[in-house]
């Protein structure tokens, strides 16, 4: 199958350029160990992989990917803690400085999300129960912008999730004191593919801004849904205790 073959060809460039020539340096370092600055949880989005997005060569970044990039709430119960090993690991087995939730436009995860359970449930067995960890932030875009275009409180959720797994994040309390403690930071990105920009979320504005915007682009920040800390703080309670008694 030819894209067998690519994948392969694929494959050959990467030993080439590590292994062969080049590079060769990296993974003589990298046998010993890995270190990687930053822990990113992004989506399984064939279009949003962060190693491509960031640039990032190996040893760089630790990823964790699920559908629509959720990070569920802190739990110490038996099940089988999916996300929140790969979470424990990257913090207290690797240290890493930073923990970065990369969402993306046009995600699939959230769409399934903002169609709500109904439809979801008639194609998946799976990805309704997973994507309700966001459900707090579709129950908010639906009661704040119950005007607006489909697309325009798709667009919305998808920051407004993203902004919900940080809360989440927080509710670890080894990443919590970690934050605290200054030694960790929790960052929201979103990667727009329409404008080809990437944009990162704001405590202060509870909004999202070009990081890497393009020239002449005036659309930072357009889509955010919360414009208020205290509307912010208000909402991350609301949204903690909705999303703790729902499934997973
Ligand atoms: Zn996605």
Redesign the pocket.
Known sequence: MAEIAAFLAGFERFRERYFNSGDESVFERLRQGQSPRALVIS???SR?DPGMLLGAGPGDIFVVRN???LVPPYSDSAELPGIRADIEFAVKGLNVERIIVL??SG????GALMDGEGVTESRFEFIGAWVSIARAARERVLREMAGESRAVQRKACEQGAIALSLENLRTFPWVRERVDAGTLTLDGWYFDMDAGELLGYSAETGGFAALVGRAGGSNSGQWSVVSEKQEQTTARATANTEILASPE
Not at 107 to 110: A, D, L, M, N
């Open positions: 989506c399984c989005d949003a559908v629509a990039n969402g993306h995600c699939g995860g959230i």
